[in-house]
């Protein structure tokens, strides 16, 4: 088996990679402020209160016991 080599225009930082966590950072801090995750939890909420509750909270349950069916 060969091995792969990292690209030469990339730097391995291994464990701790701030450039990684840097980008994480940037990336949810634009999230948060384009104002889609208010709106998201709005969407989630009249789920939870009308008909797709029962399916919600079967999805909850079989994620956490560590089902991961796609489809039924």
Do not use: I
């Not at 889609?36 to 969407?43: G, I, L, M, V, Y």
């Not at 939870?48 to 016991?65: P, Q």
Request: hydrophobic residues 20%; proline residues 1%.
């Amino acid at each position: 088996m060969g091995t792969k080599q990292p690209s030469r225009d990339r730097q391995v930082e291994g464990e701790g990679n701030r450039t990684a966590d840097r980008n994480y950072r940037e990336s949810a801090t634009r999230h948060a402020q384009s104002g889609k995750s208010e709106d998201a939890a709005r969407r989630a909420k009249r789920a939870l209160e009308g008909g797709e509750r029962e399916e919600l909270t079967e999805a909850e349950r079989d994620g956490k016991a560590g089902k991961h069916s796609a489809t039924r």
